[in-house]
């Protein structure tokens, strides 16, 4: 019964974070007639700045809450300036031209991984009536096909 419940309890926060993130892109896409595919590297920019703050000895909630979307707005303000803003209404073209950082972006991550030689702590994943589950996502997939299937 517990797991049902956790189950169900993801199943809306799931819901509820595709409703808002659609209803977001839809105002961006709508309103400015922008698509920008980096936004998912200014999210890594963030997580990264807040790491090397707390590393630097900086109070972690001082580096997310103030030093992170900071930077990240700078570095937005610069590519909307610089890139975005003379493509304007030429939503192809913004698409293309945001995935270079895209592509920075990546070269970048695997830059800093390798030059860090960092290495994650593995942890033991999940097991599901004797499966091994890398993610949540066969368990919540099929509960919310079997939601919508009624």
Known sequence: MDYAAVVFLEIIYMIAFLALTSAGLAVVFGMMRVINLAHGEFVMIGGYTTIACAKAG???YVAMLVVSPLV???LGL???RLVV???Y???IDTMLATTTP???????????????NASVP???MPQVAG??????MPVTVPACQAVQLG
């Open 85 to 87: 803003r003379q493509l």
């Open 131 to 136: 499966i091994w589950l890398a993610s949540r």
């Open 102 to 116: 895209i592509n920075v972006g990546r070269l970048a991550t695997r830059g800093t991984v390798i030059a860090s």
């Open 78 to 80: 610069l590519v909307e």
């Open 58 to 60: 900086i109070n972690i």
């Open 122 to 124: 593995a942890k033991p």
């Open 89 to 91: 209404g030429r939503m």
């Open 72 to 74: 990240v707005g700078i």
